[in-house]
């Protein structure tokens, strides 16, 4: 039995990868917006049932191609984020005008339910720009379409990441580590499939009008993430908390590279914990359970990283 018609936004990034495969094998028909089919379109098309996946090339600022993609849709899911900013992929325009946009044109199609990946914490930091326009887009989606879900996940971590990753190549060049606010910002990570798996309930479940966070098993501090991963590539480093002065100046120089290691805004939401907040529903709440413990999964690729691995240095 065909499931529901689901549209797309961001279905290339870790999680959108996931979620294709859970959404396509539970019988739902889903449409991909890519922003340049060449590059992204191989890869997306493998990673969903056939007969179940479109991938479409799309401007996602142009309303009238947007309009279109629209006709005949029942879900609207958007996973669009960026942890920095580059040219026209402003922090406000792709968390906050976007996301306006898109919610607007689900009421206007009379869509049954669109679901927002936000992010947990961001309602304390509001010294981030980053933060200031997540808020801003999911104001602006609630005011737009009633029928909206926002999810909030803590750290999201998988083979695919931008964070275990990285911080694992670090600390296979770097002779210590730095630590800003001493380390002890708090995490709760949880694993992409887990993730990928509450988006799949929102939709076979029509939860609406609803902020849900989105949390791991563990709560873990910045510090204890970085000693465990240091732990499992065999290349335990000497741990180094800076000064709040000599932290700027580090990170005005890390955000430097063509792709940052870190930015000022992004040091600024280190500042606050990335854990329940209690104020909203968890996926605890609503009964999905996330199991995989963050050591047991990251060992599991970590290998890559150890002497010899393929990204060994």
Known sequence: ???????????????????????????????????????????????????????????????????????????????????????????????????????????????????????????????????????????????????????????????????????????SILPFFPLYYEGKTKFSPIHVSEMAEIILNMVEKNICSEVIECVGPDVITFREIIEKLSILIDKKKILIPLPSIIAKINVALLEKFPKPLITMDQLKLLKYDNVLSRENKSNLDLGIKSVLKFEDEVKKYSYMWKKGGEYSK
């Open 1 to 171: 039995m065909i499931g529901k018609n689901i549209l797309v936004f961001g279905g290339s990034g870790q999680i959108g990868r996931h979620l294709i495969r859970r959404l396509t094998k539970n019988n739902h028909l889903v449409t991909v917006v890519t922003r340049n089919l060449h590059q992204k379109g191989a890869v997306l098309k493998t990673q969903g049932n056939p007969g179940y996946l479109e991938v479409i090339e799309a401007n996602i600022f142009d309303e009238n191609q947007l309009n279109n993609l629209f006709e005949n849709k029942d879900v609207c899911i958007n996973l669009i984020g960026i942890l920095y900013e580059k040219g026209n992929n402003t922090f406000k325009n792709i968390h906050d005008n976007f996301p306006t946009i898109v919610s607007k044109i689900c009421s206007k199609k009379k869509l049954k339910q669109f679901i927002h990946i936000s992010a947990l914490g961001i309602e304390k930091a509001k010294d981030s720009n980053y933060a200031i326009s997540k808020l801003n887009g999911e104001k602006n989606i609630f005011n737009n379409f009633s029928k909206s879900t926002i999810l909030r996940p803590s750290l999201v971590y998988s083979v695919d990441d931008n964070f275990t990753t990285n911080m694992m190549s670090l600390l």
